[in-house]
């Protein structure tokens, strides 16, 4: 997956994989003990595509409330019109009311809803890889160079290919 990101006037493409369609929680939420050198290569992948998920999630949430105060709004000033009559104006509850019982309204607020509690699911997953996170960076200060195995290298571990990096800077 390609997301471009504009920071003052820099466009910056960044790549990267999603996860599988399927992805096992209980695998990635738990710290291998036996592997504990893949787990410390791999994991800041994990909360990466983690952060990216919750970002869309977060998108969502936004966009499905816009929707809502954009429809409430419109819905408003329809129902302030019907109620209307010639000598008096319809007051603020009842205008209100006509709002809420708008299956539109309702419509879009289950959707604001569910998408929240789909954030909710994302940043519950975040948090607790966060938390597997704090706990592999302790367990990184027990690791001496030379305790990588060279052998991981091309293997997948948590679903990702370790390999060596091109540097960065030269």
């Known amino acids: 997956m390609i997301k471009q990101v504009t920071v003052k006037d820099r466009t910056y493409v960044l790549k990267y994989k999603d996860f599988d369609e399927e ?21 800041p992948i994990i909360m990466n595509r983690l952060g ?5 999630a977060e998108e969502a949430v936004a966009e499905a409330k816009l929707n809502l105060k954009v429809y409430e709004a419109k819905s408003k000033e329809m129902h302030r019109l019907e109620l209307a ?7 603020v509850d009842e205008v209100a009311s006509a709002v809420l019982q708008d299956p539109k309204f309702i419509a879009l607020s289950k959707v604001l809803y569910k998408k929240e509690k789909m954030r ?15 706990k592999l960076d302790k367990l990184s200060l027990q690791i001496n160079n030379g305790d990588v195995d060279e052998s991981l290298i091309g293997k997948k571990i ?12 030269e």
Not at 33 to 39: F, K
Not at 85 to 91: A, E, G, L, T, V
Not at 158 to 169: A, D, F, M, Q, S
């Open 23 to 43: 992805v096992e929680l209980d695998d990635i939420l738990k710290i291998d003990y036996s592997n504990i050198i893949g787990e410390l290569l791999t994991f």
């Open 52 to 56: 990216l998920l919750l970002a869309d």
């Open 85 to 91: 009559d010639d000598k008096k104006k319809p007051s």
């Open 120 to 134: 909710d699911y994302v940043k519950s997953v975040y948090w607790s890889a966060n938390d597997k996170s704090s």
């Open 158 to 169: 948590n679903g990702i290919e370790v390999r060596k990096r091109k540097n960065l800077i």
